[in-house]
Structure formats: structure tokens, C-alpha cells
């Protein structure tokens, strides 16, 4: 059974950092695409970052600032976000989206 859980969420200044982790089990994660999305309160979900095997794509209000990254050796998925802003703030989801799977999301709180 495939099992996505995520890491590394909490409270931030504006102009902090956080790193996002995602523990995969249960797929083939070297050759799946992955992806985190993010929610904010009363807004629809984004995909913030995704990554294939040679590839990186970034929504654009994270571009220069967030870096999607993955580790497969050990089936971990990463998400460096630097520089954040309030409008960052989120629950963020790790996502093996062509797949269907989702983690249960972890909190990120920019405060200004």
C-alpha cells in the first residue's frame, strides 16, 4: 500500500526558511512523477513544484525561491523554500500525482 508522509512544516518569519520532506513507500518513486501543491485557507489547491526524472517545474509565484529536489535511494522528496513570504502560508501536500496518492500534509505559518 503506497504511503506519502510529509515533514519539516511549522512557524516562520517572512524571509525565513523551511524544508519540506516526504517519506515515500509503496511505489516506484525513482520514476513517478512527484509533486508538492499547497492550500491556503479559503483558497483551491496548487501545484507548487514538480519534478520527473529530468525535470523541474515551478508555479510561478515560487519560482527563484522554492526548489524541488528528490533523494532516490532513499524514496524522500524535498521542497527547500527560501525567502518566505505570508502568502506562503499553507498546508502542503506531497503528491505522486499520475497515481492518484497524497500525504496527509504538514502546516507552513509565515508570519510577517
Known amino acids: 500500500q503506497a504511503q506519502l508522509v510529509e515533514s519539516g512544516g511549522g512557524l516562520v518569519q517572512a524571509g525565513g526558511s523551511l524544508r519540506l520532506s516526504c517519506a515515500a513507500s509503496?511505489?516506484?518513486?525513482?520514476?513517478?512523477?512527484m509533486a508538492w501543491y499547497r492550500q491556503a485557507p479559503g483558497k483551491q489547491r496548487e501545484a507548487v513544484a514538480t519534478?520527473?526524472?529530468?525535470?523541474?517545474n515551478y508555479v510561478d509565484s515560487v519560482k527563484g525561491r522554492f526548489t524541488i529536489s528528490r533523494d532516490n535511494a532513499k524514496n524522500i522528496l524535498y521542497l527547500q523554500m527560501n525567502s518566505l513570504k505570508p502568502e506562503d502560508t499553507a498546508v502542503y501536500y506531497c503528491?505522486?500525482?499520475?497515481?492518484?496518492?497524497w500525504g496527509k500534509g504538514t502546516l507552513v505559518t509565515v508570519s510577517s
Open positions: 509503496g511505489i516506484t518513486f525513482s520514476i513517478n512523477t
Open positions: 519534478i520527473t526524472r529530468d525535470r523541474t
Open positions: 503528491s505522486a500525482p499520475v497515481l492518484g496518492y
